[in-house]
């Protein structure tokens, strides 16, 4: 996209008027509601053929709860995939391995049905919070995430999760694999056309 300050159509011309517009990389607001994040200790990603949808989940204090719901298309969800990995790349150069979180032997494997069971859904967070890009960043000993929506006049960040720099990795699993799956799922090889005569 471009920069525009020109509609595209005259004024006073029954038609819509369109302009193009791009934001400067790195800058949104961030309203006060969302400006002190939410901890997670797990994410669950669901998709459909046209977005993913990712719950941040926190298990520590009862009720479980679903902190944060985001929601992104495609590309945009393999572009956090690409970013997250870069992030993790960054933090071993400048802290070393991520620290390795145990893995429970022969952990139980809940359905999703038992999952949205146990983990609190509010009302307001039902809908979810739609991102077209994301800025991650890190400290020592966690990275953070801030979901932004980058709308005309003004991105917004929707949602900022913290997660501990043990979880990173185990994350960018899940997305890798929510992503290979989504293909496998959904991204149809494209029929051979007929043979021409």
Known sequence: MTDSNQPSNPPGDDKPIIST????PLSARVPEKI???????????LDTPKEFIIDFLHGLTR???????????????????????ANIDNYTRSFGPPPQLPIPQNPPRPTIQEIYENYKLSDEMLNGSYSNSVLIGHSPSEFFFDFI???????AVGARVFITAGQAPRFLNTLTSAMQQYHTRYQRPPENPPAQD
């Open 35 to 45: 400006s002190r994040g939410v901890y997670s200790t797990g994410q669950l990603i």
């Open 21 to 24: 517009y791009q934001h400067q």
């Open 149 to 155: 929506t980058s709308f005309y006049p003004t991105p």
């Open 63 to 85: 009720p479980h709860q679903i902190v944060a719901r985001v929601v992104m298309i495609p590309q945009t969800m393999q572009e956090f995939a690409n970013a997250l990995k």
